[in-house]
């Protein structure tokens, strides 16, 4: 009997089904293979969720994921829910906690422009020229997504006050910090922390304790940006980075800049991860950094490719199963480098052809090793 590994499958809103499928095509096509199998435990998650189970996150999804090695995620949300009080929307109602129940404090975003999509970057081509590799290692269950207090009220003169706390403890910082300096030395070997140390307490903390971390990694140079200026030297120099570690919100709006910068949003992989388990794999949720894409949900056009490489870096963190998951990764190179494109990162350049989400699917399970 082979091995077979038990896999939540939370599909989601959205193009977070039809890019799930062609994931899940990919995953079998890996399984065969390579002599194993997935269980794939699908599950109501989000919207989809609200809809058939009056919640965004239902005790048996939960206890679904729990029963398994890994969550692959699609996305969550969409106009329909909007109207629901925040709290019960699908990314505070779903995703959030799930991160926290999960203790997922550690999400990998790795940022990768391939050589032959720089035209599909909006940044000038001489910036990108020959692509650019950046990983984006984000504080995930920390800072202000989930400091208390939270309120808001009406103060006796009839105002709104609102308050969202950044807090972090330095244990806090110090995990997240051996995330990227781990992650470092098996790439570039530099990274760059972002804070606001020019401003806030909580970066102050932060960039001592990454100095500090760093005296364990002598192998690896750090350097400092505040937020601000990072955004600006991803635009002007995304090449300049390797690893890039910050906190929670800061990771949120600087991991959608690359992700544009490398061509699109379609392209990004995500991994979050918990405290590793043991023998060196980790439990883990894995999904676009992407959203749910509602203009275009349900027509079989939105690129699959970010669900697809987030499935091969399940099978890295979670499964160990690192040769396929680098197999998938050059079957995706191969198809974009055959010059198929969705519609996405299609920009009419000679010798590409759009394609649909089936298709790439398709194309890229034919291109495995
Ligand atoms: C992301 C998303 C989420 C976040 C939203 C949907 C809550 O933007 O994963 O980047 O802010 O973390
Ligand atoms: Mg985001």
């Known amino acids: 009997m082979s091995r077979s590994y038990p896999i939540a499958v939370l599909a989601g809103d959205g193009i977070g089904p039809e890019v799930m499928t062609e994931a899940l095509k990919v995953l079998e096509a890996v399984a065969s293979r390579a002599g194993v199998s997935f269980s794939f435990n699908h599950q109501l ?37 909007e109207h629901l009080p925040p709290n019960e929307q699908p990314e505070r109602g779903a995703l959030l906690p799930l ?31 020959g692509g650019f590799d950046v990983l984006c290692v984000r504080e995930l269950t920390g800072g ?44 570039g070997k530099h990274v760059t922390s972002v804070d606001k140390a020019n401003v806030l307490t909580n970066s102050v903390l932060w960039r001592e304790t990454m100095i500090e971390v760093a005296k364990q990694y002598p192998d690896v140079t750090l350097a400092h940006l505040y937020v601000d ?19 929670n919100l800061f990771g949120d709006i600087l991991s959608d800049e690359m992700a544009m910068i ?17 023998d060196g794999l980790y439990f883990g949720m894995f999904e676009p950094s992407g959203g749910t894409a509602p203009d275009i949900a349900g027509k079989g056009i ?27 990764e050059a079957a995706v190179r191969q198809v974009i480098g ?25 194309a890229i399970v034919a291109e495995l090793p």
């Open 45 to 81: 998650v989000g919207g989809a969720a609200i809809d058939a189970a009056g919640k965004a996150l239902p005790e048996a999804t939960i206890a679904a994921c729990e029963a398994s090695d890994a969550i692959l995620f699609g996305s969550v949300g969409g106009p329909k829910w």
């Open 99 to 129: 991160r926290k129940h999960f203790g997922l404090f550690a999400n990998l975003r790795p940022g990768i422009c391939y050589p032959a999509l720089t035209a599909s970057s909006p940044v000038r081509a001489d910036l990108v020229e």
């Open 144 to 187: 202000l997504y989930f400091g208390q207090p939270k309120s808001r009220e009406t103060l006796p003169d009839g105002d709104i006050q609102v308050i969202d706390t950044m807090v972090y403890k330095k244990s806090e910082i110090e995990r997240i910090g051996h995330v990227a300096f781990k992650a470092a030395q098996t790439r």
């Open 229 to 247: 200026n990072a955004a600006m030297q991803l635009i002007k120099a995304p090449r300049s980075f390797d690893v890039l570690v910050t906190e």
């Open 262 to 278: 490398a061509g699109s949003l379609g392209m990004l992989a995500s991994a979050s991860l918990g405290r590793p388990k043991g």
């Open 302 to 328: 939105a690129n699959p490719i970010a669900q697809i490489l987030s499935a091969a870096l399940l099978l890295r963190f979670s499964l160990g199963m690192e040769k396929e998951a680098a197999g998938i």
């Open 338 to 362: 055959n010059g198929l494109r969705t519609g996405d990162i299609f920009t009419g350049a000679p010798d590409t052809r759009l394609v649909n989400t089936a298709e790439m699917g398709a």
